[in-house]
């Protein structure tokens, strides 16, 4: 059985560890090969560097199938009972190779990537999410994130998004 950087162990055969600069060309490929919206090489080395410990990846037989990067935003507090502004922290991305899904492996990086941006005190994490998108948008639901709202023609080719969010304790 094999573990993760913090020790855990996964029965599915994989790792979950920090992204590293030489995980770059794996995690374009896979950001291109799982999802329309693709990001340059500086995005996604902008955003390591902002927030290191929310930008990680898993491993499966030493190659990387999977990754999650995120950082801490300040927006509007949905759920203020004063409307303020507030650190959250924001998924902006998320992906597993289609041959490593249904293992637990998003579960995994996204649970990870919520402790990251809980130990930055913030107090609510969102993300966006395709309207089709039914698989993740149950694993979001699974995980406590709930529906706070859509937005008409969020992506590019028009699709609807969600905005979901999870209230940390």
């Known amino acids: 059985m094999r573990t993760d950087d913090k020790g855990t162990p996964h029965k599915a055969g994989y790792v979950i560890r920090g992204f590293r600069i030489e ?60 409307r303020a502004f507030a650190e959250k922290g924001h998924v902006i991305s ?3 190779l289609p041959h490593a899904r249904r293992r637990g492996i998003g579960e995994g990086l996204l649970r990870r990537a919520i402790e990251a941006v809980k130990r930055r005190g913030v107090k609510e994490v969102y993300l966006e999410v395709r309207v089709s998108n039914s698989p993740a948008i149950n ?26 969010s999870l209230q940390l304790d």
């Open 23 to 82: 995980d770059l060309q794996s995690v374009i490929y896979i950001n291109r090969t799982c999802l329309p919206e693709n990001y340059t090489p500086d995005f996604f080395v902008y955003h390591f560097r902002e927030f290191p410990e929310g930008f990680l990846v898993a491993e499966m037989n030493g190659t990387v199938v999977g990754y999650i990067m995120t950082r801490v935003d300040r927006g509007f507090d949905y759920y203020s009972s004063h």
């Open 94 to 96: 998320i992906a597993v």
């Open 139 to 164: 694993l979001y639901h699974k995980l406590g994130f709930k529906i706070a709202r859509r937005v008409p023609r969020y992506y590019a080719d028009g699709e609807d998004a969600y905005v979901m």
